[in-house]
Structures are given as structure tokens and as C-alpha cells.
């Protein structure tokens, strides 16, 4: 049985370990065995259509969105542009892969891939397990925001993907915002050829840092982003502060900033692609036709000025007309990096042209830019946000990240169940007691539960056990008074073990109680978010 909560905007990290692995340090490739029956897209088909490479991000989204999984996000670290991520088989993957691990694959979502396969998607699920590097996994569904002033020029994008306008607040314009509408609730501020103003737009600097939202603008929307500064109150006192997200300089300086778009010439193709084993950069073949419209086609920092040394620049025209004239450069058609250079701040882009819709290689190519940049940005901000959560009296009881598990951070034992059995032991209620008692005082938090068996027994019991402890768990926390509709889960079987304790490997029994355990994954329900779980 599984337990999905519908209807809700979540913010949610399914936290889970499918394999054993070398090493694991934040969106660093590191290698994983991905078992058997899992199942990988290949986004790396040519020619390059709607179909075959913008369609998986619509796939993706649905599950991130829908069920509770966790996708592997497979990059090979050592690959030049459009090399080789790995093979199976005869077939080459290429420009990154999005892999379901088979711990995740229940029948609803075998129909979906069914179902993303009749729209053209293409994978294949493997035969045998498989060492594969993976960059990072992705456990949320990114919400975008689309800017109120000129947010249209973006939904094509989310179309061709199959993204549901849920996501982005819909094809009706009043429901999109402005920048100082944005909270914890909005991971992406899609900003379009806008015309932004320091006193419209100067919440971007604060969300950006306090929020971890993440910001994309398109055409001159960068460079004038770059220029805004002016005075703000904080903590009482006055400061000026400028919303130079990728460039280096002083608030206010005269050479902080880049140059306006109108002071400046056209780009001049072909560009040079950078950084091939970078998440943003997995795209098959070149953008440079794509982004060669609208008013601002190249941004240069200003003369006396440089990006900011963790601005990663994907792709540069080493021909700009203007390096050395005007700027030292070097001139980017597209970068993007954490704001203001700070990895606990969200993530920024800029993309060069106006408008870069369209089915021909070269605009999917853009396309694909845009929303692998979108889903590790929401990554990057689901480990990042800290919620601080309080007693009544105002104290601090302790922090953890969307995504934590519940009972760890409130340092409880892990809750253990006895072999073969799915019935709560005295020690274990008294710990679901805490756990119900926090949820019934937060009633913004929801809770995904996790439950795991050790390796005996057949896999596909052992799968059926851990369902029915999920299930005992749940009536648990719901006969204590949490809402039935707060809580999801799944049983994982064997799947995840937090060690080497597999099927013929001899253990101690100490060893395979580990295994027997139940997690519960923070997220939030942002349709009644209040602001009283304090960032």
C-alpha cells in the first residue's frame, strides 16, 4: 500500500539510500551501485525533439510531485561535451540520465513510465545492477514563480515539457508575483525580459539569502538586475545594498555591475561550451542559433569589474566584439552560481535572448538549460533552508532541514521492529508519543514515513512487511490525533540497508537490527504555511 498526499504544494526531500556507495558529499559524483529493474532515461537520443529531451523533464516533475521518490541524477565527471555518461547494453546515454531506482518503481509508477514512453520518452530499465556517478539525487518537485511583468514568454518552455501550469502558478497572469510577494514557499522567480526597478525588485536580494530562492532572468533582465542598488533598513540601521547576484564590486560603486545592454554589441557565434560534466551544461549539441534574439545577447562585467570567482560560466563568446574595449570580459551568453558567491544562498541565472522557444536541436538544447538548472536549484535550496522550530514560549528547541528525519533531529532512538513483525513495541510508542505530540503542535508539518527490513527473508516479503509497518505506524500517529491526510509512506523492503548486510552475507543480529527501522521525512504544507516555523 502507498500513502500520497495529493493536492498539496510541498516542499519535500525523500531522504533515502538505494545502494551502497564510495562517498556522498553535496551534488559531488560519487559511484553507486543502482540495482537491478531500476530504470533509466536516455536523454541523449538524436536528433534532439520535444519528445525525446524536454518530455523527461515533465516525467520527472510528476513523480518528484506525485509520489514519494527520489531520482539519481547520473553525470560522468570525466566526459568532454556530449560525451558518454555510461552505456547499457549496445545503447550510450549522453548528456546526462534521470534514474528511477527500482526501490522507488511500484506498479502507478511503472504506468507512468508507460505512459511518458507513449509521449516519446525513452529509457530502459536494467538488466543487471550497475556501478553508475551520480551527481546528485533530486527528492523535490521545483514550484516556480513566473513574473507578473513578463512571466508568458516562459510558458512555452513548461509546455513543451508536459510541465502542469500547478507548477507555475498557472496561464492566468494574477496568479503569478512580483518580487515582493516571494516566500518560503517559492523556489524559482522566473524573470523574463523584465524591466526590474530597485524598489520593486530589492526583495530578490533578501529571498535570495534568507529564502534560498533561486532567481533566472532572461535577456536584459540580467544585466539591469546587476545595476539595481540602493538603501534598505536592517536591524535599524541603513544600508545600501545592489543585487549584483554573479559580479564582483562594492555596493554602489560606479565600476560595480555589468554593462547595460544598450552600451554594448551583439554576441558573435560560434560560442565556446564549458564545464560538459556541469548539471546546467547536460544538453546534446549547441544552443548558439536559440540565443541570438532580443535586446541583450551577451553580458559583459564592467571594465573595472569581474564575475565572481564561483560564477560558473556554461557558455562564453571568445570573439566578443566588445573584450577589451568595453570590458575585460570574459563575455557569457549563459552562467549561473550562488548568490552573491555564498553557497548557503540560492542559485541565479542568466540566460542571453529574449525568447528561446522553438522545436529545431538548438532551442531544446536552451530549453534543457532552463530546467536543469530549475531542478537543482530547488535541490540546492531544499538542502540549504533551516527551519527553526519553537515551544511556545519562544525557545529554540532545535533546527533542521525540509527534508530531515523527524525523529533524529528530536534525538530519539530509530524506531526498531522486531524480526518478521510489524507491531509497535512499548519503547518504540513512547517515541511515536513525541513524534505525534510535534506534529500536532506544527500543523504546517507533514511527515512521509520510511520503513526498512534487514535482508532475511524473501525480497519481495520483505517489501510487503515494511508496507505493513508503515501502515501500523500511520494508524499509530492518527489514533494520537495526527491528521491521516499529514502523513504518507512506503515500505522499502531490503533496498536501502545502512550496511553491507545483504542477501548471503553473514551478520550479527545486532548488525541486521539496524536495518529494521522506520524514518519520517520532514516537508511542509504550503497551502496553510503561516510563517510560525520560523527561518
Not at 517559492?186 to 524598489?199: L, Q, T, Y
Not at 555589468?258 to 551544461?281: G, K, M
Request: net charge negative; hydrophobic share 35%; aromatic share 10%.
Amino acid at each position: 500500500m502507498v500513502f500520497t498526499l495529493p493536492g498539496l504544494r510541498l516542499i519535500l526531500i525523500l531522504f533515502a539510500v538505494n545502494s551502497l556507495f564510495s562517498f556522498s558529499v553535496h551534488s559531488q559524483t560519487r559511484t553507486e551501485i543502482i540495482a537491478k529493474d531500476s530504470y533509466a532515461i536516455n536523454l541523449g537520443i538524436t536528433p534532439q525533439t520535444n519528445s525525446n529531451a524536454l518530455k523527461p523533464y515533465g516525467f520527472i516533475y510528476k513523480l518528484l510531485a506525485e509520489y514519494p521518490v527520489a531520482i539519481k541524477w547520473v553525470i560522468n565527471p570525466e566526459k568532454e561535451k556530449d560525451g558518454v555518461d555510461f552505456r547499457l547494453e549496445e545503447e550510450d546515454f549522453r548528456s546526462g540520465s534521470f534514474v528511477i531506482p527500482v526501490s522507488y518503481i511500484s506498479e502507478d509508477i511503472r504506468s507512468e513510465i508507460k505512459s511518458w514512453e507513449e509521449k516519446g520518452m525513452v529509457g530502459n530499465y536494467l538488466d543487471k545492477e550497475k556501478a553508475l556517478p551520480v551527481f546528485t539525487d533530486l527528492s523535490v518537485a521545483p514550484k516556480w514563480t513566473l513574473d507578473k511583468q513578463n512571466g508568458n514568454i516562459a510558458l512555452t518552455y513548461f509546455r513543451a515539457a508536459g510541465i502542469p501550469g500547478s507548477a507555475h502558478g498557472g496561464y492566468d497572469p494574477d496568479n503569478w508575483k512580483t518580487p515582493e510577494e516571494l516566500g518560503v514557499c517559492d523556489d524559482i522567480f522566473v524573470m523574463p525580459h523584465a524591466e526590474p526597478k530597485f524598489d520593486t525588485h530589492k526583495n530578490l536580494y533578501f529571498w535570495n539569502k534568507n529564502f534560498k530562492g533561486a532567481i533566472w532572468a532572461g535577456c536584459h533582465a540580467g544585466s539591469q538586475l546587476e545595476n539595481l542598488y540602493g538603501n534598505v533598513i536592517q536591524e535599524r540601521d541603513t544600508t545600501m545594498i545592489q543585487l549584483n547576484f554573479l559580479s564582483e564590486g562594492a555596493a554602489g560603486a560606479r565600476t560595480t555591475g555589468l554593462i547595460p545592454f544598450y552600451e554594448h554589441r551583439f554576441a558573435t557565434p560560434p560560442y565556446q561550451h564549458q564545464l560538459p560534466s556541469d548539471p546546467v551544461s547536460q544538453y546534446l549539441g549547441r544552443s548558439d542559433k536559440a540565443l541570438i534574439n532580443g535586446s541583450e545577447r551577451i553580458f559583459y562585467p564592467k571594465k573595472a569589474n569581474v564575475w565572481r570567482a564561483s560564477s560558473k560560466m556554461i557558455i562564453i563568446d571568445p570573439t566578443a566584439p566588445d573584450v577589451p574595449s568595453l570590458s575585460n570580459g570574459p563575455g557569457s551568453v549563459m552562467l549561473y552560481g550562488n548568490g552573491f558567491g555564498n553557497e548557503k544562498n540560492g542559485l541565479v541565472m542568466y540566460q542571453a535572448s529574449h525568447d528561446f522557444s522553438g522545436d529545431s536541436p538548438e532551442n531544446i538544447a536552451a530549453i534543457r538549460a532552463f530546467f536543469n538548472w530549475s531542478f537543482y536549484a530547488t535541490e540546492v535550496k531544499r538542502e540549504e533552508n533551516i527551519i527553526q522550530f519553537q515551544n511556545s514560549g519562544g525557545d529554540k528547541i532545535f533546527a533542521a532541514r525540509v527534508g530531515d528525519d523527524l525523529a533524529k533531529m528530536l534525538k530519539l532512538d530509530p524506531i526498531i521492529f522486531d524480526l518478521d513483525k510489524a507491531e509497535i513495541k512499548p519503547q518504540a510508542a513512547k517515541q511515536l508519543d513525541e513524534i505525534a505530540a510535534y506534529m500536532i503542535e506544527y500543523p504546517e508539518l507533514l511527515i512521509d514515513i520510511r520503513s526498512h527490513t534487514d535482508s532475511r527473508a524473501d525480497d519481495t516479503y520483505n517489501v510487503k512487511l515494511s508496507q505493513n509497518r508503515v501502515q501500523v505506524t500511520r494508524e499509530y500517529l492518527v489514533n494520537m490525533g495526527v491528521s491521516e491526510d499529514r502523513i504518507s509512506g512506503r515500505g522499502y523492503g531490503e533496498t536501502e540497508l545502512v550496511n553491507n548486510c545483504r542477501n548471503g552475507i553473514p551478520c550479527s543480529e545486532a548488525s541486521h537490527e539496524k536495518n529494521r527501522r522506520s524514518e519520517f521525512i520532514l516537508s511542509i504544507n504550503c497551502d496553510i504555511y503561516t510563517g510560525n516555523l520560523k527561518l
